[in-house]
């Protein structure tokens, strides 16, 4: 439990760096470099096994998948740019609920009445956060709802892919891929940085790599389903960051909008780990 806090409490920080650096840097350049840099760490993790990382037997599933993943972190990425980490990260707990909707759209899943229930209220929870009116917030909502619909997506295709693939190479082709991508984008406009902006998005890099192995690390040694309601222990980090960082506090719309799309998810989490009669 002690690995996932730790972890969970990495993430934000990471965020906040690449929220600051954003302020300096495009969207691009940031998505670029944090890409980039957090390849290195993962290669090394993998020297001795690039016969199976990169020899996928599923490469249509790969490319399926890279593309849902590009989407997904491009969204967070924009969302993280224009809105509060506390905002962020409220709408982002809706993945869960998507999971919910896609498992039962594309795994056949059977979800109990409860369990739909229990996704409406969590729904309900979105439209009293997103304080409908507020320019800014709807725009930040709408980005990190479609992260968290494709975010929610790219775990039933990486389950799929685990089936048949090496856990690196599910976790290395999207870095790859959005280096790629991001990279005609940013050599035709790349701002110069000094040595310890380099040295920031290190950092990021350094703390992203350190924040997956902890919270892989916990998931060896304890049951998903036993770690998940910590999960929401990212709301009080990331309010506090905010007040810290940036002197912002969440107003009460976003509070009480947080309860319930929390509530709903913890319901549903209990919900399945009820036994089943027979």
């Not at 896609?102 to 229930?117: G, I, N, P, T, Y």
């Not at 968290?148 to 190479?169: C, D, P, V």
């Not at 309010?239 to 509530?263: E, N, R």
């Amino acid at each position: 439990m002690f690995l996932f806090l730790l972890g969970l409490a990495l993430y934000p920080l990471s965020d906040l760096l690449v929220q600051h650096l954003m302020q300096l840097y495009s969207v691009e350049q940031t998505t670029f470099l944090r890409a980039f840099l957090r390849l290195i760490p993962l290669l090394l993790a993998g020297i001795g096994s690039y016969g199976q990382i990169f020899r996928p037997k599923n490469p249509v599933g790969h490319l399926t998948r890279l593309l849902v993943s590009i989407a997904y972190s491009l969204s967070f990425m924009y969302a993280i740019s224009i809105g509060s980490l506390t905002v962020v990260y409220t709408f982002s707990y809706t993945s869960s609920i998507f999971m919910i909707i896609l498992s039962a759209l594309l795994l056949k899943e059977k979800v109990s009445r409860k369990s739909w229930l229990a996704v409406a209220v969590g729904l309900f929870g979105v439209l009293v956060a997103i304080q409908p009116g507020a320019h800014l917030f709807e725009w930040v909502a709408l980005f990190v709802l479609l992260g968290s619909f494709l975010g929610a997506l790219n775990k039933i295709l990486m389950r799929r892919l685990s089936e048949t693939e090496h856990n690196l190479s599910i976790t290395i082709y999207p870095n790859i891929l959005m280096v790629l991508v991001m990279a005609p984008l940013v050599l035709t406009n790349w701002q110069s940085m000094p040595w310890e902006h380099w040295g920031l998005f290190a950092i990021v890099g350094i703390i992203t790599a350190a924040a997956q192995y902890a919270i892989a690390a916990s998931l060896k040694s304890t049951e998903a389903s036993v770690l998940a309601p910590f999960e929401y222990s990212t709301f009080f980090w990331v309010a506090g960051l905010d007040y810290f960082w940036w002197s912002k506090t969440p107003d009460l719309s976003t509070i009480i909008g947080a309860s319930i799309i929390v509530a709903s998810n913890l319901y549903i989490l209990r919900a399945f780990k009820a036994p089943q009669r027979t």
